[in-house]
């Protein structure tokens, strides 16, 4: 497999408008990678990358663009990630988050490349909490259900090369128009509004800065199949916007707790989807951040963009 300039591994990501696409951009050394970023609308970001629109339902755009580049690695951040949107549109969501994953494979055939596929803790059904990797899967909605599909098409076709990593992220976003969790909590309180926080719903949030860095690293080893690359916390939506309140200093009582039960969603989460990163830990030979750890960064990657 041959290197791009210069000895540098040639880095393709799809999604690259996308929170984690554009991390990962700006994660990858320069001296490292050469990076192409892949969306459908490349223009409205300007990642430090070369960028081209390409649709991943578009499999002739996508084969073109492979076969010109020729990636070391790919990493597949493109999805359809709104599990309200995908519920309501299951068609779209099987096309966008199962048909194109399928597309890429298809192109990377003949390729040795490694291949990065981002997945998510919403393939459990949430009973059981502090997941790992062996554990058995029952996605509950459309979103996880087509996410598990995708898993399972990797791990038939291209099970050698192939890196499935099951997260859940946050992040300061390029797009103001599509903001993460922890952005979406901010506005609220920076507003005077209080927001509602789920006591019975835990994950095990990371920082996308933490995320792609441990995605690169594990992505020039020699490891395939599935690995949880999350916080090493688990916690509750609750205890995470208080946290992030404290931090920023924001009054607690705007904070609210809640019962999942008690707000009419309309899809119903699972309550404990917290993932084992022993496996992730053992790999990087690193620990796992930890809740503050990541809240601490986006605190201060805030400041350094509002100081810039």
């Not at 081209?52 to 580049?69: G, M």
């Amino acid at each position: 497999m041959k290197n791009g300039e210069q000895g540098k591994s040639r880095l393709l990501i799809t999604g690259v408008t996308g929170l984690l696409g554009n991390t990962l951009v700006r994660e990858a050394a320069p001296s490292s990678y050469e990076v192409l970023g892949i969306a459908r609308q490349p223009a409205k970001a300007v990642p430090p990358c070369a960028a081209q629109a390409a649709d991943i339902l578009d499999a002739n755009a996508l084969e073109k663009i492979i076969s010109s580049f020729q990636p070391n690695i790919v990493v597949h951040t493109a999805a359809m990630t709104s599990v309200d949107r995908c519920q309501a549109d299951p068609q779209m969501a099987e096309l966008i988050n199962v048909k194109g994953t399928e597309n890429l494979l298809r192109c990377l055939t003949d390729s040795p490349c490694r291949f990065v596929f981002l997945s998510t803790d919403s393939v459990f059904d949430g009973r059981k909490g502090n997941y790992t990797e062996e554990d058995p899967v029952a996605p509950l909605h459309v979103y996880g259900k087509t996410k598990r599909k995708a898993e399972e098409l990797i791990l038939k076709e291209r099970p050698k090369s192939s890196l499935i990593i099951r997260t859940a992220f946050y992040g300061w976003n390029v797009l103001p128009d599509n903001n993460s969790l922890a952005e979406w909590i901010l506005s609220n309180l920076q507003e005077g509004k209080p927001f509602k926080g789920f006591v019975d719903l835990l994950f095990s949030p990371i920082l996308t800065n933490h995320l792609a860095q441990g995605i690169l690293d594990l992505a020039d080893q020699p490891v395939s199949g599935i690995v949880h690359l999350a916080g090493s916390e688990g916690c509750s939506k609750y205890e995470f916007a208080r946290q992030l309140a404290s931090l920023f200093g924001f009054r607690q009582e705007l904070i609210i707790p809640v019962e999942s039960r008690n707000v009419k969603l309309k899809v119903t989460r699972p309550r404990d989807v917290t993932l084992n990163v022993e496996k992730a830990q053992q790999l990087l030979e690193r620990p796992m951040p930890g809740l503050l750890d990541g809240l601490r960064l986006f605190q201060a990657l805030k400041q350094a963009v509002t100081t810039s």
